[in-house]
């Protein structure tokens, strides 16, 4: 028995390496290691006394669970260094209903997480809203100038043709592909038509973004994709991916168009 | 229909984005309302979700930094320049006190009104709140504090200030106002505001007495 605590309390003599108590059914500390007493004042034997008022509930709920033999839960505990210090408390039952509990100091590891919100929260003091918002208004206008430079247009059931205007780049394949395999997907499309007429400067990565929704294209197809209207030089470059069996060239619009209704 | 617990949601994940988006799909409602009625009953439910054991302090962290961007944000959308009343107010949270999101809400009202306002936002040392209040001399001080264990130098603040010269109105808001009287910890003279509403119907009372002050 310590002679600091006059009630039932014992101390558990192994070196532990987490503070660590054990409780009677009713909340009374009757055992408790040397680091428990380090961080908690134990003059008080119950549980409550150590708790702070507002996690005191918590820990009544959920200290019982029939499902897990060990609960896991973050409590406000009073330590010597503060009255209110996070703890992560885990808690096991016995067959004699006392309550084992380990108790993980959690402050510190938060530390960094507070200092990292911290300079956000300096960040956001500094952000110019009205900056920002014009900027988030460029982005948009963008990127529905994106969609307008590739245009999905259905001429049959079947059949559905995307004329690319402008740069071929790669954030307006991006914004293209998105909006062109929503559409493919939603339809039933047999022959789907690139027209590269009126294309002007092919940006390498543009090439290799429009290459992947090339093969995706045809996936979802099952069919070679048409590609019209290109100029030999962007035809080399496409050449160069090797995708035969995933598009062939066609001269024109209307030379695909007599094909297909001749049939 | 608009639902707390779905923007407490966008906290936790701290999608800004989503957020803010969120809160414009509902009815527009005045700053202050978005405030009261929405924001706070968000973070009402975070602290509901850790009670339950359902999310940790680590969370908490991220959805505060999301909600104050909404908070910041809206205050900048809707605060259309007001015409300044050249009154001065400051606002501060007690030495160790971390909870600024209502205090931040309650800065944001008070420029909507026109007021001057200085915002020191959490943890802020008592000789440091002396002497900026001695030397800019604001009408308001608005104080704000959530932890209980806080509450002793609630007291020492209040005394500091109503020595000054030229003595500010002290206004105390924040958690605690709701649950506890805070009159033992307080001058016969502070005004303790529970909520945003009271805090307007506050400041417009103030502000006419002022006005007729002025007059006289
Ligand atoms: C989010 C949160 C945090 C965030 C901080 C949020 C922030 N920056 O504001 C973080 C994660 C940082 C945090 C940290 C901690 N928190 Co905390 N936190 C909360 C939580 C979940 C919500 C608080 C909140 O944002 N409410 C929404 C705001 C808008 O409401 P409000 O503050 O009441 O303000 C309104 C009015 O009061 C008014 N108002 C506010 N100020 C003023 C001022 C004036 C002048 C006026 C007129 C009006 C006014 O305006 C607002 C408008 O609606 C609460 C739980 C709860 N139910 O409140 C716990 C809670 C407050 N936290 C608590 C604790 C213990 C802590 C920690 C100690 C935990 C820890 N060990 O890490 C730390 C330390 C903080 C410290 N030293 O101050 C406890 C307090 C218990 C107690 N005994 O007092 C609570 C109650 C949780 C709990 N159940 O245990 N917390």
Redesign the pocket.
């Known amino acids: 028995m310590n002679k600091q605590n006059p009630n039932k309390m014992q101390h558990f003599n192994e070196q532990l390496p987490l503070p660590f108590l054990k409780l009677d059914k009713d909340g009374t500390i009757i055992l408790y290691s040397t680091l428990a007493m380090e961080h908690f004042d134990l003059s008080e034997d119950h549980i409550k006394h150590i708790v702070?008022?507002?996690?005191y509930e918590?820990l009544l709920r959920y200290s019982s669970n029939d499902k897990a033999p060990v609960v896991r839960m973050e409590l406000?505990m009073k330590s010597r260094t503060?009255?209110?210090?996070?703890y992560e408390v885990y808690l096991t039952w016995d067959n004699e209903l006392h309550a084992s509990m380990i108790l993980l100091p959690?402050?510190q590891s938060?530390m960094q997480l507070?200092e990292k919100?911290m300079s956000l929260q300096k960040r956001l003091a500094e952000t110019d809203f009205e900056l920002y918002e014009q900027r988030e208004e460029l982005e948009q206008i963008l990127s529905r100038l994106h969609e307008l430079s590739g245009p999905f247009i259905p001429l049959t059931d079947k059949m559905c043709l995307i004329p690319l205007f402008g740069d071929v780049t790669e954030e307006k394949i991006n914004v293209i592909s998105h909006s062109c395999l929503q559409s493919v997907f939603a339809g039933e499309y047999e022959d789907v038509l690139i027209d590269f007429t009126a294309v002007g400067n092919v940006e390498d990565k543009g090439i290799e973004q429009f290459v992947r929704l090339l093969k995706t294209l045809h996936v979802m197809t099952g069919k070679i994709i048409k590609i019209i209207g290109i100029k030999p030089h962007t035809a080399k470059t496409l050449n160069k991916y090797a995708l035969e069996g995933f598009m062939e060239f066609n001269q024109s619009l209307k030379q695909v168009l007599q094909t297909h209704f001749t049939k | 229909m608009y639902c707390p617990k779905e923007l407490a949601g966008y906290f936790l994940e701290g999608n800004t984005v989503k957020a803010w988006k969120y809160i414009n799909e509902q009815e527009k409602l005045t700053l202050l309302d978005t405030?009261?009625a929405m924001?706070?009953p968000a973070?009402?439910h975070?602290?509901?979700l850790?009670?339950t054991n359902e999310i940790s302090?680590a969370d908490?962290?991220l959805?505060?930094v999301t909600?104050?961007y909404v908070v910041s944000r809206l205050a900048h959308a809707r605060l259309a320049s007001p015409e300044k009343n050249n009154r001065k107010a400051m606002?501060l949270?007690l030495e160790?006190?971390?909870?600024?999101?209502?205090?931040k809400?309650?800065n944001s009202l008070f420029e909507e009104m026109g007021w001057d306002t200085k915002y020191y936002g959490?943890?802020l040392p008592v000789e440091y709140i002396l002497k900026t209040a001695e030397a800019w001399q604001p009408a308001v001080v608005?104080?704000?504090?959530?932890?209980?264990?806080?509450l002793p130098k609630l007291k020492e603040y209040i005394e500091e200030l109503s020595k000054l010269p030229n003595p500010p109105v002290v206004?105390?808001?924040?958690?605690?106002?709701?649950k506890y009287d805070l009159k033992p910890y307080c001058s016969e003279n502070t005004i303790i505001?529970?909520?945003?509403k009271?805090?307007r119907e506050?400041l417009n009372y103030e502000q006419t007495k002022s006005k007729q002050d002025a007059a006289l």
């Open positions: 702070d008022n507002e996690s918590k406000n503060s009255p209110v210090t996070l959690k402050d938060n507070i919100m | 405030y009261h924001i706070t973070m009402q975070i602290g509901y850790w009670e302090v908490e962290h959805a505060t909600c104050d606002f949270c160790g006190e971390q909870h600024y999101i209502g205090l809400m309650v959490a943890n608005g104080l704000s504090v959530s932890i209980v264990y806080h206004i105390v808001g924040g958690r605690l106002t709701e505001l529970k909520d945003l009271e805090m506050w």
